[in-house]
């Protein structure tokens, strides 16, 4: 499946984005997808996944709370909420899919290319 992250952009401390992740090629619905995002220095990192039906979600530590992972099957788009942004949540956030569910990089085969967020104090 190809896929194609938006959303990113500059915000402030506090405020809020929605990143976009479009899918096309294959069925939607066959693929679970997640959100990971890595910051300037630093290895990427999970943030969140979602079953392929959205009956099933997990967010890493750091996002719960703030970050929400959700899907539009009808849409083929995968979104992730961000609330209350911190200067640490910035990153390149890339989304990936796979048939398998999982935390880590090596469960999903497809990735988009990424989409940049930057959160100034």
């Known amino acids: 499946v190809q896929l194609q992250a938006s959303g990113g952009g500059l915000v402030r401390a506090g405020d809020s984005l929605r990143l976009s992740c479009a899918a096309s090629g294959r069925t939607f619905t066959g693929y679970n997808m997640a959100w990971f995002r890595q910051a300037p220095g630093k290895e990427r990192e999970f943030v969140a996944t979602?079953?392929?039906?959205?009956?099933?979600?997990y967010h890493t530590g750091s996002v719960k709370g703030r970050f929400t992972i959700s899907r539009d099957n009808a849409k083929n788009t995968m979104y992730l909420q961000m609330n209350s942004l911190q200067p640490e949540d910035t990153a390149v956030y890339y989304c990936?899919?796979?048939?398998?569910?999982?935390?880590?990089?090596?469960?999903?085969?497809?990735w988009g290319q990424g989409t940049l967020v930057t959160v100034s104090s």
């Open positions: 990936a899919a796979d048939e398998k569910f999982g935390t880590t990089e090596s469960t999903y085969g497809d």
């Open positions: 979602i079953s392929w039906s959205g009956g099933s979600t």
